[in-house]
């Protein structure tokens, strides 16, 4: 499985962007997807998750961007995306997507397959 990201971009503060992440190559529709970020200076952390059928009970937001972000994913597609909104400086850093099981007991990890990653610098 080869994952690519896309969509990231400068906006201001309060803008909205929608991150897209798509398998090159692989069983997409097998996993689930998750969106993480590494800010300068900052540990990589996990945004959001989904699992391989796109459940929405298996839905996850870490509470920072719970209200804000919204995860899809269309296995039809191959893609799973990140719609982010009220975007604010803090959330600038650098969006990849990676294969996980997005379960309660294990949300992110393991994360494997990872995607090159996607710059979103959010300033005025």
């Known amino acids: 499985l080869q994952l690519v990201e896309s969509g990231g971009g400068l906006v201001q503060p309060g803008g909205s962007l929608r991150l897209s992440c798509s398998a090159s190559e692989g069983p997409f529709s097998e996993y689930g997807i998750g969106w993480f970020r590494q800010a300068p200076g900052k540990e990589r952390e996990g945004v959001s998750c989904i699992n391989s059928h796109g459940d929405a009970g298996s839905i996850y937001y870490v509470d920072s961007v719970n209200g804000r972000f919204t995860i899809s994913r269309d296995n039809a597609k191959g893609t799973v995306d990140l719609q982010m909104s009220g975007l604010k400086p803090e959330d600038t850093a650098v969006y990849y997507c990676?294969?996980?099981?997005?379960?309660?007991?294990?949300?992110?990890?393991?994360?494997?397959?990872w995607g090159q990653g996607t710059q979103v610098t959010v300033s005025s």
């Open positions: 990676a294969a996980v099981n997005c379960m309660q007991s294990s949300r992110f990890a393991p994360a494997n397959h």
